[in-house]
């Protein structure tokens, strides 16, 4: 049996004559940049799982959380139906317990209005009208959002949230209290489903297919966006792990349409699907698709999971803003540096930076360079890519990258009975649609060790454990443990640590929609108008009136970012 563009979809039962469109295989894998679930005909699943940046510079070892063997080219899609939410299995245990903290309560509870109102008196250099029409923004291809922040401040004691970066696909949910005036136990789940995901599915119609949720990580938020999902359109919807190694994945592309293949190998057409996939997302969902993706494949390379394309964008978003008081602040940035001049811009930045993979994701291909010896490892390791970022580096007032706009070093955490203060990032996801972005889920990491006034004081330490907070970390035997200890919640417990107030949270939600606005735009950029065919027209699909709309342009893309390696994986 085929598949024929000018019937109805339907179930189409697998058929070894059928032609069939596998996940394309990812060329590139760097060493510091190996997924998780690389190698091998089967994956580690965990039960709990996190999509926390791991370490790429060793830590301590924390107890294997509990894992099971998935096989590969045995996986089918699985149906959620309305009902089959149970909070226990996605939130953390010690979230169902959490109290919301008041302050983090009140600041969920302001609106874009009082944000505007309270953010523009703070900061009279902002021009109001500018930043009303920012928080109005509708994103085309970048609805769904999480910015990593560091909480930094000058040797004047001028405090600020800066953007580490910005990922599509973010994890949030499960580390975040409910807010309890909202009489809802889904959480943010429902914010992205009810705010963003339904406005999206209007257009398409139901004869055109079923509702998915697709995957590589985390399943316990990706199966809490499932069974909201199903109750909140009052359908089944289909939850698929898609993996780039799987020899014969459970998820195939026809004719622009996805489909799923379920356990008794039927292969059912989706007309919208939620992507939870992470790891080159490029590698098994096409940039133009008839079925509707959040978020759009785009996205990802405009800036999403690219930090090349990231930096570019915020350049160029902080160039359209100058004059109104707003800008997208991050560490400074170098884009394209060949490994051989990376002493050159560390020397520039007085020895300490932060050199970063740009393609790499899930954390990895990040390092913290602070002495000889560190900077001498990553010379001596062998690397895939010719292209490097280098960014200053945030560490104490005394060990902090030097740039043009000075030095800026962590607040850190407020000190505790042994008067130690650790590195602390704050997480802030966000959703937008026709009526402009909404905050959604926050939640913070802390670094493993704490924060020591000169290097000098204890060179046993390195630079990784005071730095890095990421929860995930990579064990000799290829499994990965979490360290869930150095969770912070937004609860009466843990926000009190942080030392942050309600104005610090609208600073890290401006800059954060101000971040996903500028890959948002990047996006748009990419995409350029497509031409017409032979006949004059364009090739149209009453159906699918958003396909072929745009189309992807490549020597833009390549002119921005020249890496053949990742060109060939997306055209693969």
């Not at 510079?57 to 924390?62: M, R, T």
């Not at 970048?142 to 970066?165: K, P, Y």
């Not at 809490?224 to 359908?235: D, F, H, Q």
Request: some cysteine.
């Amino acid at each position: 049996m085929s598949l024929d563009n000018n019937k109805q979809p339907g179930a189409v039962a697998e058929d070894a004559s059928q032609p069939q469109t596998r996940a394309s295989k990812g060329r590139l894998l760097s060493i510091s940049s190996a997924s998780s679930d690389a190698g091998g005909s089967t994956i580690l699943d965990f039960v709990s799982t996190t999509d926390e940046k791991p370490s790429t510079n060793g830590g301590a070892e924390a107890a294997p959380v509990q894992k099971k063997k998935k096989k590969l080219g045995e996986l089918f899609g699985k149906v959620v139906n309305a009902g089959d939410f149970e909070a226990e299995k996605h939130f953390y245990p010690r979230v169902l317990n959490a109290h919301i903290h008041p302050l983090v309560s009140s600041f969920f509870s302001l609106g874009n209005e009082r944000i505007l109102a309270r953010y523009t008196h703070l900061n009279p250099q902002v021009n109001m009208e500018a930043l009303k029409t920012l928080l109005r923004y509708k994103p085309k291809y970048f609805q769904w959002a999480g910015s990593d922040l560091f909480n930094v401040t000058t040797s004047s004691g001028h405090r600020q949230m800066i953007i580490v970066e910005t990922n599509s696909c973010p994890s949030g949910q499960k580390s975040m209290p409910l807010l309890s005036e909202l009489g809802d136990d889904h959480g943010g789940y429902g914010v992205v489903m009810d705010a963003t995901f339904r406005e999206m599915i209007i257009s398409a119609d139901k004869s055109l297919g079923d509702l998915a949720v697709v995957y590589d990580k985390n399943g316990m938020e990706a199966s809490g966006y499932a069974a909201v999902m199903a109750e909140t359109t009052k359908e089944q919807v289909w939850l698929v792990e898609f993996y780039d190694e799987d020899p014969d994945p459970p998820v195939r592309w026809q004719d622009g349409v996805m489909y799923v293949r379920d356990v008794c190998m039927v292969w059912h057409p989706i007309r919208a699907c939620f992507r939870y996939v992470t790891q080159k997302p490029w590698n098994r969902f096409p940039i133009n698709s008839k079925t509707i993706v959040l978020n759009s494949i785009v996205s990802c390379l405009a800036g999403g999971r690219n930090k090349m394309m990231a930096a570019r964008a915020y350049d160029f978003l902080n160039a359209e803003l100058d004059g109104t008081g707003l800008a997208v602040r991050v560490p400074e940035t170098i884009r394209n540096v060949t490994k051989s001049e990376i002493p050159l811009w560390l020397d520039s930045m007085g020895g300490h930076a932060v050199l970063k993979v740009p393609y790499s994701n899930a954390g990895q291909g990040v390092y913290t360079i602070t002495n000889p010896g560190e900077l001498k490892s990553f010379m001596e390791e062998d690397h895939h890519y010719d292209k490097f970022i280098v960014q200053s580096l945030v560490g104490n007032a005394s060990w902090s990258s030097i740039t043009r706009a000075g030095k800026f070093y962590h607040v850190g955490t407020i000190p505790n009975k042994k008067n130690h203060t650790f590195v602390s990032d704050l997480r802030m996801m966000v959703t937008a649609n026709k009526d402009g972005f909404r905050p959604v889920a926050i939640y913070a990491r802390r670094a493993r060790k704490p924060l020591l006034t000169s290097l000098a004081d204890d060179p046993t330490i390195t630079s990784w454990e005071m730095l890095g907070t990421n929860l995930s970390v990579k064990l000799p035997d290829e499994t990965w443990t979490t360290e869930a200890q150095r969770l912070l919640l937004m609860d009466r417990k843990d926000f009190n640590q942080l030392g942050i107030g309600i104005d610090d949270l609208i600073d890290a939600y401006i800059q954060t929609v101000l971040s996903v606005i500028a890959i948002d735009k990047m996006a748009c950029r990419l995409m350029k108008e497509d031409l017409p065919n032979s006949n004059g027209s364009l090739p149209k699909d009453e159906r699918y009136p958003w396909f072929n709309e745009r189309v992807f342009d490549f020597e833009l893309f390549e002119a921005l970012n020249p890496d053949v390696a990742l060109l060939q994986e997306i055209l693969h």
